[in-house]
């Protein structure tokens, strides 16, 4: 047993890679107190900085922010249990795959993003949240992979799959790309300072038509 968890150690099975620990406590606190958010955002840094940028916008809405920077479609699934579902919300906004095309950690089809974001949704509707599908915002290149040059087209093409299976299955689908891309389906200008992440101001846009959303899908 000691050499096995040695070896665990030594392999780095014994860190959180999937950060299940980013939100742990607040989540522990929200069940306790049975503080439930109306809406949980689940993302990546552009979910995260979000709520860093807006804190406002999430305390005023009973929104919880659920960002964790560089991570794919496939953590977030993994965590999906514990800083989703646990937290017992009316509605999830799903925003995921940029991290999945800027080959971070590893390399998955366009087909397998689409495919962890459906898994989401099926979670969510399996447990009686609502799951809003948000597209991919616009990235023409990433600073941290230079090497990859045609991310701005598989964007593209994740984003019209995501937006079919919504319209397929009576999913709300919320489009920041054709909001924020330009005509080379990179960032319009002054959006983004790093073409994948939005400015400050550019999320007041993104407000804008996730409200929207959201409350078509709480009326109903």
Not at 168 to 191: C, E, R, S, T, W
Request: aromatic residues 10%; charged residues 20%; contains cysteine.
């Amino acid at each position: 047993m000691i050499m096995l968890l040695s070896s665990m150690t030594m392999f780095g099975y014994s860190q959180d890679w999937f950060r299940f620990n980013d939100y742990k406590a607040d989540n522990e606190r929200i069940i306790a107190n049975r503080d439930y958010p109306e809406v949980v955002f689940i993302g990546n840094s552009i979910t995260e900085i979000w709520a860093l940028y807006h804190p406002e916008f999430f305390k005023d809405h009973n929104y919880c922010g659920r960002g964790i920077g560089g991570q794919t479609s496939a953590h977030i699934l993994v965590r999906f249990q514990s800083d989703v579902i646990d937290l017992h919300p009316k509605v999830v906004v799903i925003m995921a795959g940029t991290n999945d095309v800027a080959h971070n950690d590893f390399w998955v089809s366009p087909e397998q993003v689409v495919n962890n974001v459906i898994s989401m949704c099926s979670l969510a509707r399996a447990n009686g949240i609502i799951p809003i599908i948000s597209s991919i915002p616009p990235c023409k290149a990433f600073v941290w992979r230079s090497e990859i040059k045609d991310a701005a087209q598989t964007i593209v093409n994740i984003n019209k799959n995501l937006k079919a299976y919504a319209e397929a299955n009576d999913i709300v689908y919320v489009d920041y790309h054709a909001a924020l891309a330009d005509k080379d389906m990179g960032f319009q200008k002054d959006l983004s300072d790093d073409g994948c992440h939005p400015n400050p101001d550019t999320y007041y846009l993104m407000e804008e038509l996730v409200q929207a959303a959201i409350g078509r899908v709480l009326v109903k």
